[in-house]
Each structure stands twice: as structure tokens, then as C-alpha cells.
């Protein structure tokens, strides 16, 4: 698992607001696909990986539909 | 902790510096947890009577050895934070003392302890209880003693709407302290343009622009 290390004046985490602890899902589009709470209290795995599992999900979906509009003949 | 992770995401840990190390177990793209422990632990949290606290959720993935109970070894954050989960002071947490401890921060008074017990950091706590309110914010003169002159004050600073009349949500404010403001991008925004550097490599890596599903693991124990 890669680790990142912020710079001196926090700014991944200011950026995110993630002090002391956060979970977030940035999908492939560049775009936040989950927010947890600010931990500790709000550090919630388990809704984290149903988060995760729904994107994947619905990505791998995307890419099928992509896939099948592809290889469909095309019309004179 | 466990986080299951399919194979089209990367899981990227961001240590915050300040606070000293990340201490995450390294965890493969295409590793499957074992679930039995977790699976079996939520059922018996289902056949509970009480569902698991979020204290002991959050505890649990330390217990190493698998005994239901956080050692001070086993335990992976900070010292005031143990102390005040290890209730008997043996040097280990049950369930019964995360539990106890959770709703001790939820419902935590004002007036007992020292003024700097209610102090809220970033990223703190929220809850009900009389968190933001002690005798010593009250007794403005600091003559041991809250005259009904300093209630007075504490109402009218309260008082909000200026309506003469405290209401639940000006009380609220006063005493459990307004919800910290959250910056945090919303779901559907577009990620914060940053980039942070590899702890290993020399490479720096936009945050902005993930080549695949990223799960964002930010996390500082000292």
C-alpha cells in the first residue's frame, strides 16, 4: 500500500480537512466518491468499503456498457 | 485495521506530519481478508443485546493476538487518549471499558475536571453534554461562586437572537459547543488539486488526477 507523507503545512490535509483521521474514495474521474467523518469517532471502515464496493461496482458497469457499445456494428 | 479492497482501487496512506507516524498495517491491492474474525464478531454484535460501540470498532482491529482485550502494547495512539480508556489502570482494555469510555466523551460534564479538559482540537469529538460549559466560564469574577449577576451574562452572551429567551438550539450552542465547520470536498466535487510525496520514492503524486478508483487513508498517532 503506498504511503504519502504531507508537507510541513498540512496542506493535503487542509485541503481534505482530514485532521486527525479521515477516510475518503476519490473515484477515477477525479471526483470524491465518499467523505467520512472526521475521525476518530467518524472513522467508519465498514461504510468506507460499502462506499467503495458500490464505485467499483458501478465502474466496472460503466466499462462493460462501454465495451458493448463498441464492438456493436454500426449501421449504413 | 482491515479495508477490503478490490482490485481496481489503490489504497494510498497519507501520514500527517506533526503528530509523528502512520501506523497502518500494509495491506496488498489484490490481498482478501481473512473475514472470519470481523464476520464472526458482527454476528455476535447482531445477537448482542447492545450493538458494538464505535469506541470498541475502532479498538478492536489493535487486538493483535485476537483475545478481545487492547493491551498497552497492542494499543496505537496516543497516551492521554489510553488513559482514559483503561478505566482500572491495569494496563488493558475490555470492551466494557471502550464502551464505557465512548459514552464517558460523549457526556462529558462541565464542571468536573480541569478547565482544560473541554478544550476542542481540530478534527475533535462531537457530542452532546455540557462539553463547552464549566463553573470557571461562568464565575466571571473568580470568586469561587456563579452570582445570579453572572448567569445573567452567561444568558444574555447566549442569547443569540437578542429575544430575551434562551432557546434549545442557543443552549445547545452554549453549552455542547457549535459543530466544527467542515471544509471537507463533498461527494460529487472535484478532489482538492494537491499532491503529496512518496514516503519510499522520490515522486510526488497528484491527488487530483487518480489513475484508478483511490481510497484516501489519512491517519496520525503519535
Redesign the interface.
Known amino acids: 500500500m503506498p504511503v504519502l507523507v504531507d508537507d510541513m503545512q498540512d496542506s493535503v490535509a487542509k485541503a481534505y480537512n482530514a485532521m486527525p483521521d479521515r477516510l475518503f474514495v476519490v473515484k477515477s474521474d477525479g471526483t470524491i466518491g465518499y467523505r467520512g467523518d472526521r475521525g476518530p469517532r467518524g472513522f467508519d471502515v465498514d461504510a468506507m468499503a460499502r462506499a467503495l464496493g458500490e464505485i467499483v461496482a458501478s465502474d466496472k458497469g460503466a466499462a462493460g456498457k462501454k465495451a458493448s457499445a463498441s464492438k456493436a456494428p454500426k449501421g449504413d | ?6 482490485a ?12 509523528s507516524s ?1 501506523a ?1 498495517p ?4 489484490d490481498e482478501r481478508p481473512n473475514d472470519e474474525g470481523p464476520r464472526a464478531e458482527k454476528e455476535a454484535d447482531k445477537k448482542a443485546e447492545k450493538p458494538a460501540s ?2 470498541w ?2 479498538l478492536k ?1 489493535m487486538d493483535a493476538n485476537g483475545d478481545g482485550k487492547v493491551s498497552r502494547d497492542e494499543f496505537r495512539g496516543p497516551d492521554r487518549f489510553w488513559q482514559r480508556l483503561d478505566g482500572d489502570g491495569d494496563g488493558i482494555v475490555t470492551r466494557a471499558e471502550a464502551d464505557k469510555a465512548g459514552q464517558g466523551m460523549r457526556g462529558r460534564g462541565g464542571g468536573r475536571g480541569q478547565p482544560g479538559d473541554q478544550r476542542q ?3 475533535g ?2 457530542g452532546g453534554g455540557a462539553r463547552g460549559l464549566s463553573f470557571e466560564k461562568l464565575d466571571l469574577d473568580k470568586d469561587g461562586k456563579v452570582s445570579q449577576r453572572e448567569w445573567a451574562a452567561f444568558l444574555e452572551k447566549h442569547d443569540e437572537n437578542k429575544d430575551t429567551i434562551l432557546q434549545k438550539e442557543e443552549w445547545d450552542a452554549a453549552v455542547g459547543g457549535r459543530p ?1 465547520k ?11 488539486k ?7 520514492l522520490p515522486l510526488q ?1 497528484d ?14 498517532w503519535t
Open positions: 485495521m482491515r479495508i477490503p479492497a478490490p481496481s482501487c489503490v489504497l494510498i496512506c497519507l501520514a500527517l506530519l506533526g503528530t502512520l497502518l500494509a495491506f496488498g491491492e464505535r469506541m470498532k475502532r482491529d482540537g481540530r478534527g469529538m462531537r466544527m467542515d471544509d471537507a470536498p463533498k461527494v460529487g466535487a472535484k478532489a482538492p494537491v499532491s503529496a510525496k512518496m514516503i519510499d503524486i491527488l487530483s488526477k487518480p489513475k484508478r478508483t483511490t481510497v484516501l487513508i489519512f491517519g496520525s
